[in-house]
């Protein structure tokens, strides 16, 4: 059985993206063995909720923005 180590968090989306992107080309060489191959997907998967989570947080951001401050008005002048 293979022992795998610890997953941890993403420090970024950006690091989450990269590691998703490394699993996503290791499964698309085939040549992983069963259990690193439901190993990789269990941490794909974790990766990609973090992103989707990321991402609806940054939304929701802006727009509280948008609703704020950044919305145009009718009749003001666009820069």
Do not use: W
């Not at 992983?32 to 190993?39: F, G, K, M, T, V």
């Amino acid at each position: 059985m293979v022992k795998s180590k610890p997953h941890t968090t993403p420090e970024n989306f950006e690091q989450a993206i990269r590691e998703l992107e490394g699993i996503v080309a290791a499964m698309e060489r085939d040549d992983l063995p069963l259990e690193q191959a439901l190993a990789s997907y269990e941490r794909g998967i974790s990766l990609l909720r973090h992103c989707q989570s990321t991402l609806t947080a940054a939304e929701q951001k802006i727009r509280q923005l948008e609703d704020g401050q950044l919305v145009e008005r009718p009749g003001e002048d666009q820069a």
